[in-house]
């Protein structure tokens, strides 16, 4: 457990944080993050309406203490016409990057998730080359169920993906 890390609801002031993180440079090191820009404008109309927190997905920011870090993400994947689950993400500044903080987010996030919603599985995705992202998904107690070929397209072809999901009994004590 890393002392002073925590998920909270997204500020105004994260906003411009927040487009940075998700709007890299594509000649930056981010090669996992890069999808094309995107609109700032429908982030901040987002943030007005629910502050990132709605029914169907949501945000957090990542914060050690009061230092913005990151932010997680979650959205509503169907699993038939009477379940749903979670799908989550995970953005880190570079500084917070290979020091377990990843990790710690993700672990957080889920215990958010089967403490606040009746889901019993949250999944994730990464590109099959993340092996850090990989490393801290298992490491966050997720399990690793396959590879999704040619399933997300990003900068200009298609990326095959590693698919992990934890349930509820599977989370690790606080």
């Known amino acids: 457990m890393i002392r002073g890390l925590r998920l909270r609801p997204v500020a105004e002031e994260d906003l411009p944080l927040l487009h940075a993180l998700h709007n890299t440079d594509?000649?930056?090191?981010?090669?996992?993050?890069?999808?094309?820009?995107?609109?700032?404008?429908?982030?901040?109309?987002d943030w007005e309406e629910n502050g990132l927190l709605g029914t169907d997905s949501g945000h957090l920011v990542v914060a050690l203490d009061r230092e913005f870090l990151g932010s997680v993400s979650w959205r509503r994947t169907a699993f038939g016409p009477l379940n749903h689950g979670w799908n989550i993400?995970?953005?880190?500044?570079a500084e917070a990057r290979g020091q377990g903080i990843?990790?710690?987010?993700?672990?957080?996030?889920?215990?958010?998730?089967?403490?606040?919603?009746?889901?019993?599985?949250v999944d994730a995705?990464?590109?099959v080359a993340n092996i850090a992202e990989q490393r801290a998904l298992e490491k966050a107690g997720f399990t690793r169920e396959g590879v999704m070929?040619?399933?997300?397209?990003?900068?200009?072809?298609?990326h095959d993906m590693v698919l992990?999901?934890?349930l509820r009994g599977e989370v690790p004590p606080a």
Do not use: C, K, M
């Open 102 to 121: 990843g990790t710690e987010a993700q672990i957080l996030l889920a215990r958010y998730l089967f403490a606040h919603t009746q889901v019993n599985r």
């Open 125 to 127: 995705h990464t590109n």
């Open 26 to 45: 594509p000649e930056s090191g981010a090669a996992f993050d890069w999808f094309g820009f995107s609109n700032p404008v429908s982030r901040r109309r």
């Open 149 to 158: 070929r040619g399933a997300q397209f990003r900068n200009g072809s298609y």
């Open 164 to 166: 992990y999901s934890i």
């Open 89 to 93: 993400g995970i953005g880190l500044v």
